[in-house]
C-alpha cells in the first residue's frame, strides 16, 4: 500500500454552468460548440470523466438546467457514465429579487423564494440527488436599508420551512459570501453566520466553503479545520482568485494555498468518500475553453491532494510535540516540493485512464465535432 492509494474513491463533482458562456460584466464571450441545453452541458462534463476518471457526478442550477423530463435526463447523464450531483436554487436571477430573496421585507417574495426551493426538492427526487446547495444573494447596500436583525429572522423561518421539507438522506448546503451583490452587508457573509443557521437547523444543514469567497489574507485552512471539527463541512467550490470571487481555475492563483486546504482535510480523513464532504467545482471559464479548463481543474486538485497525502504525519507529529518549529515546516514542505505528476500519470494507466488527460481530449476530436454538430439554437450562459 503507498500513500497514493489514498486518492481511491476520492471523486469531484463539475458544475452544469461550467460549460455555457460566460464571462465578466463587461463581456461575455462565445465559443464554438457551446452546449444549448441541458443534454448537452452533461454530455461535455462527461468527457471530463472520461479522460480523468475523477468526475462522476454533474451538478445542476434551477432554473437554468430545466427540463421536461427530470428521468430522461437522469437516463442521459448514466449512459455516459455520470449521474446528476447537488440541484443548486437560483435567489439572483428574478426581479422579485432586486430587495432579496429569503430575507426580503415582502412576505410574498419570500414565499416565493421558499417555493423554489420546494420546487429544488422536488427535482432531488427525480434527480436522485441528495444535496440542496444554496447560495444567497441577499444583502444591503446601504445602512439604514433594512433591519440587520430583522433580515436574519426572516432568514432563519425561510431556511426552516425547507428543511421541515427535506427526505431523510437531504442536506442543506448553505454557502457564504463576504460581498456581492451587496457591498454593505452579505446576509451570509461568513462561515460563522453560516455555521449558526446550519446549527439551529440540525445535522442535516451543512456549510458550503467556496475558496474565493473570503477577505485577502484570511486562513482558509482553519475555517476547513473548524467545520471538520463540528463535522458541518458539507462540501467545498474549488476555484481560484487573485482579488475576490475570481473563479479561476483551481490552483491558478495559489497552489500552496490548495495544498495547505488539502492537508488538513487529510489530517481528518475527510478525503475518503464516507467523510460526506462533497468535493465541487464553481468556475466560470471566460476566456479558456471549458471543457479543458475542468479537465485542468479537476487535475489540479488531484494532485494537490497527492501532495498532501504524501506528509508524514507521524514526524509531523513527532515535530509539532518537541516544538521543533523548522522541522515539522520542512516535513509539510518535502510533501508539497514532490512532483506527482509521473506517479500521478502511472497510476492513470496503471486504471486504463490516460497518462495525459489533457492531451487525450485534444487528440479526441470531441471539441471539433460538437463545434460542427451545434450550430443554431441559443448558446447557454447566465441565466440559461
Excluded at 490548495?258 to 464516507?274: D, K, M, Q, W, Y
Excluded at 479558456?288 to 506528509?311: C, F, H, T, W, Y
Amino acid at each position: 500500500m503507498t500513500a497514493l492509494d489514498g486518492l481511491d474513491g476520492f471523486t469531484i463533482e463539475v458544475p452544469s454552468w461550467a460549460y455555457g458562456n460566460s464571462g465578466t460584466r463587461f463581456k461575455v464571450f462565445s465559443r464554438p460548440g457551446v452546449p444549448r441545453d441541458p443534454y448537452e452541458k452533461i454530455s461535455d462534463a462527461a468527457q471530463v470523466h472520461r479522460v480523468t476518471g475523477l468526475a462522476p457526478r454533474v451538478s445542476l442550477h434551477i432554473p437554468w438546467d430545466t427540463v421536461d423530463d427530470w428521468s430522461d435526463l437522469r437516463a442521459h447523464a448514466e449512459k455516459l457514465g455520470v449521474r446528476l450531483g447537488a440541484v443548486n436554487s437560483n435567489l439572483f436571477q428574478d426581479d422579485d429579487y432586486r430587495l432579496g430573496s429569503l430575507c426580503h421585507p415582502d412576505r410574498r417574495i419570500r414565499e416565493k423564494a421558499v417555493e423554489h426551493h420546494l420546487h429544488c426538492l422536488e427535482i432531488m427526487r427525480e434527480t436522485g440527488s441528495t444535496d440542496l446547495k444554496i447560495w444567497l444573494p441577499d444583502g444591503l447596500n446601504y445602512p439604514g436599508q433594512d433591519s440587520l436583525r430583522g433580515r436574519q429572522e426572516r432568514l432563519a423561518e425561510g431556511l426552516q420551512r425547507i428543511y421541515a421539507a427535506l427526505d431523510p438522506e437531504h442536506r442543506i448546503l448553505l454557502e457564504y459570501k463576504l460581498f456581492e451583490p451587496a457591498f454593505y452587508s452579505m446576509d451570509i457573509p461568513d462561515w460563522g453566520t453560516s455555521l449558526l443557521h446550519c446549527l439551529a437547523l440540525g445535522p442535516q444543514a451543512t456549510v458550503v466553503l467556496d475558496t474565493g469567497h473570503h477577505a485577502p489574507g484570511t486562513n482558509i485552512e482553519f475555517i476547513v479545520m473548524q467545520l471538520l471539527r463540528q463535522g458541518r463541512l458539507g462540501a467545498f467550490d474549488f476555484n481560484s482568485r487573485f482579488y475576490a470571487d475570481d473563479d479561476l481555475i483551481v490552483g491558478a492563483a495559489d497552489p500552496f494555498q490548495l495544498f495547505r486546504i488539502l492537508s488538513e482535510i487529510v489530517t481528518a480523513g475527510a478525503h475518503r468518500p464516507g467523510s460526506g464532504v462533497n468535493f465541487m467545482l464553481d468556475q466560470c471559464h471566460n476566456i479558456e475553453d471549458k471543457i479543458p479548463g475542468q479537465i485542468r481543474s479537476v487535475l489540479n486538485v488531484e494532485q494537490a491532494l497527492a501532495k498532501a497525502l504524501l506528509i508524514d504525519q507521524e514526524a509531523l507529529a513527532a515535530a509539532q510535540r518537541d516544538g521543533d518549529v523548522l522541522a515539522a515546516n520542512g516535513i509539510l514542505m518535502d510533501a508539497y516540493e514532490t512532483d506527482v505528476r509521473g506517479a500521478l500519470a502511472d497510476r492513470r494507466e496503471a486504471r486504463g485512464l490516460p497518462r495525459d488527460p489533457m492531451t487525450a481530449y485534444a487528440a479526441s476530436g470531441y471539441a471539433a465535432s460538437i463545434a460542427t454538430a451545434r450550430v443554431g439554437g441559443e448558446q447557454a450562459g447566465w441565466g440559461a
